[in-house]
T-cell receptor, first 114, second 114 residues
Framework: DGGITQSPKYLFRKEGQNVTLSCEQNLNHDAMYWYRQDPGQGLRLIYY???????QKGDIAEGYSVSREKKESFPLTVTSAQKNPTAFYLCASSMEGVLGSPLHFGNGTRLTVT | AQSVTQPDIHITVSEGASLELRCNYSYGATPYLFWYVQSPGQGLQLLLKYFSGDTLVQGIKGFEAEFKRSQSSFNLRKPSVHWSDAAEYFCAVGRNTGGFKTIFGAGTRLFVKA
């Protein structure tokens, strides 16, 4: 079955450490996205990529970095510069070039930084 | 700026009762509108979408939504709620500027009582 796989499901880190969240898709989608979800705030866009080797900042990119070396993979690094990294992180993909293409989501990674 | 408002943080309905979740959007052009559902600890799943045409759209799991341009609304409805409908529901608007991006409301959590 096609889908998006995020790993790990739960991640614990000490403050000051960088951490990388994995996102892999086998839907053959060109566009991939990272969202952060906090209680009562909906989803906020961190980064997105429309094509391999290219990505753009979303609304809350500070303290995060991404790469897009392969179509299937879009890892997110939460750096020590992110002031409030504890959150639920969701990866999504869609068909680029198809107007209004809905998002397909992974099951998320819950990151806790202490 | 585009925005999505879901006025109700949470709603409780009895099993078998009807449901309406409210959504208002702010967007200059004809919007792409979506409703997604999220079970606890999971990713989001698309319920339905509206782009153009018939203003009443049918989705999965017996849900429907009506687009009302004059009220800038896209309310989600279900005639008879089942206990398995308990989840969080997100309204979203899509815009196509430099890549298709989706903006989410803060969500409405639905509780179903027996």
């Amino acid at each position: 079955d096609g889908g998006i796989t995020q790993s790990p499901k739960y991640l614990f880190r000490k403050e000051g450490q960088n951490v990388t969240l994995s996102c892999e898709q086998n839907l053959n989608h060109d566009a991939m996205y990272w969202y952060r979800q906090d209680p009562g705030q909906g989803l906020r866009l961190i980064y997105y990529s429309q094509i391999v080797n290219d990505f753009q900042k979303g609304d809350i990119a500070e303290g995060y970095s991404v790469s897009r070396e392969k179509k299937e993979s879009f890892p997110l690094t939460v750096t020590s510069a992110q002031k409030n990294p504890t959150a639920f992180y969701l990866c999504a993909s869609s068909m680029e070039g198809v107007l209004g293409s809905p998002l397909h989501f992974g099951n998320g990674t819950r990151l806790t930084v202490t | 700026a585009q925005s999505v408002t879901q006025p109700d943080i949470h709603i409780t309905v009895s099993e078998g009762a009807s449901l309406e979740l409210r959504c208002n959007y702010s967007y200059g052009a004809t919007p792409y509108l979506f409703w997604y559902v999220q079970s606890p600890g999971q990713g989001l799943q698309l319920l339905l979408k509206y782009f153009s045409g018939d203003t009443l759209v049918q989705g999965i799991k017996g849900f429907e939504a009506e687009f009302k341009r004059s009220q800038s609304s896209f309310n989600l409805r279900k005639p008879s709620v089942h206990w398995s409908d308990a989840a969080e529901y997100f309204c979203a608007v899509g815009r196509n500027t430099g890549g298709f991006k989706t903006i989410f409301g803060a969500g409405t959590r639905l509780f179903v009582k027996a």
